[in-house]
């Protein structure tokens, strides 16, 4: 059964930090794509950071780069999201998310950041 699971979510005051981990099972971790997607209040999901197989392969937002790092763990299944300078818009329901580079992806429930101003 493939599961990813958020943690290290909460409230947060503005200008501080978090650090995000998704733990992954059920699936091959080393072979897939990892990345976190977040949901504002009243928007689309976007994507906040991807990270591939390949050393330096990563991509962020636009609205994190800067203050936002991905980083994964292969011998523990693990990604993790790394963000400063919180500010209260990054107020969002996180996913983890992962992508076989094909027709394969998987999503976790979301974990909820609320950065009061």
């Known amino acids: 059964q493939v599961q990813l699971t958020e943690s290290g979510g909460g409230l947060v005051q503005s200008g501080g930090s978090l650090r995000l981990s998704c733990v992954a099972s059920?699936?091959?971790?080393?072979?897939?794509?990892m990345s976190w997607y977040r949901q504002r209040p009243g928007k689309q999901r976007e994507l906040v950071a991807g990270?591939?197989?390949?050393?330096?392969?990563?991509e962020y937002g636009d609205a994190v780069k800067g203050r936002a790092t991905i980083t994964r763990d292969d011998a523990h299944n693990t990604v993790y999201l790394e963000m400063n300078h919180l500010r209260p818009d990054d107020t969002a329901v996180y996913y983890c998310?992962?992508?076989?580079?094909?027709?394969?992806?998987?999503w976790g429930q979301g974990i909820q950041v609320t950065v009061s101003s």
């Open positions: 998310h992962a992508w076989n580079y094909g027709p394969v992806t998987y």
């Open positions: 059920g699936f091959v971790f080393s072979g897939y794509a």
């Open positions: 990270l591939r197989r390949a050393v330096g392969d990563l």
